[in-house]
């Protein structure tokens, strides 16, 4: 399950082996850009020296010399239209290099040659977020668990209310609604996750944390569940989820970390009652093997544990 990613896709994209040897010795820059070639050819069906030039900030000339090297490794895949000067996408294209589905999606929402400035696409959107955690926030939280250092926060809970605590935290995770943080929280003495837009306040702390209180103690988030997925028992077209989600033979095996098990039952809205009790036009999903719910966190809030 991925967890959080904060780059854009073409710079995740990997190489894909039995290709161009030749693309190993490349350097890290002209590699990127090769990368870049290939992810507007596959997904816009042109690129062009101008995009070249406009995303990396290189001159024309060396942008001539990427396009020519990417025509030599791959010939069949793009042919230069003299007309416009754009190089498009021919019916033989094989891409180069692997490109991420979900990351894919996300460079083209944010639109073409989307690096740390947005573009927004006119013709590819995200679902309408109604939380974002200010930058701020996330910019302190992220400095803290990149230099393992604790800090100290004035924080809004629903049960409590605002309070100051001080927490070590270890990662950032969004649950598809909005964006937690995972932490050691020594006013309770336990990792739990706190909701990151509830944070108004937030300092370093000169007290290091201790070894019980790092990732590696945190047994809810290194502890792997797997979660056996199928159809709702009341749907009576099973094929067309099937074919949603990828299932094989009716189920889908999914590898999550107990601590994040209880956001992707909720967010995906999986019946995880025994028999399937919940209504199906609203819980496409089941949970087939409920056993392994057992004793984890909060399993009193996953849908249909009660029953």
Not at 32 to 39: N, P
Not at 121 to 136: E, M, Y
Not at 155 to 160: E, G, I, K, V
Not at 193 to 220: L, N, Q
Request: net charge negative; glycine share 4%.
């Amino acid at each position: 399950m991925q967890i959080y990613d904060i780059e854009s896709s073409y710079q995740h994209s990997t190489f894909i082996p039995m290709t161009h040897e030749s693309i190993d010795k490349l350097n890290y820059a002209q590699r990127e850009r090769l990368v870049f070639i290939d992810f507007c050819l596959e997904y816009y069906g042109v690129v062009a020296r101008a995009d070249l030039v406009q995303q990396f900030q290189t001159g024309l000339a060396s942008c001539s010399r990427d396009l020519t090297l990417y025509r030599e490794l791959a010939p069949n895949n793009a042919e230069l239209v003299h007309q416009t000067k754009q190089y498009m996408r021919t019916d033989s294209f094989t891409p180069l290099f692997s490109h991420d589905a979900d990351q894919a999606l996300n460079q083209l929402i944010k639109g073409h040659g989307a690096s740390l400035q947005r573009n927004d696409s006119q013709v590819c959107f995200d679902a309408v977020r109604l939380t974002q955690p200010k930058q701020s926030i996330v910019a302190a939280l992220m400095r803290a668990i990149h230099n393992s250092q604790a800090i100290q926060c004035r924080y809004h809970s629903l049960s409590s209310g605002a309070g100051n605590r001080t927490i070590i935290p270890h990662v950032i995770i969004n649950n598809g609604h909005r964006w937690h943080v995972r932490a050691f929280d020594r006013k309770t003495n336990s990792f739990r996750d706190f909701v990151c837009s509830r944070f108004t306040k937030i300092e370093h702390s000169e007290t290091p944390p201790k070894t019980s209180e790092c990732s590696s103690f945190d047994d809810a988030w290194n502890t792997i569940i797997n979660l056996e997925i199928g159809v709702h028992p009341q749907i009576k077209h099973p094929k067309a989820i099937e074919l949603d989600y990828e299932m094989t033979q009716g189920k889908l095996n999914i590898e999550v970390r107990s601590a994040l098990v209880g956001y992707l039952l909720t967010q995906w809205n999986v019946d995880c009652s025994e028999n399937g009790s919940l209504n199906a036009a609203q819980y496409q999903l089941h949970l087939k093997n409920t056993d392994v719910l057992s004793g984890l966190e909060s399993i009193e809030l996953f849908p249909g544990c009660n029953q």
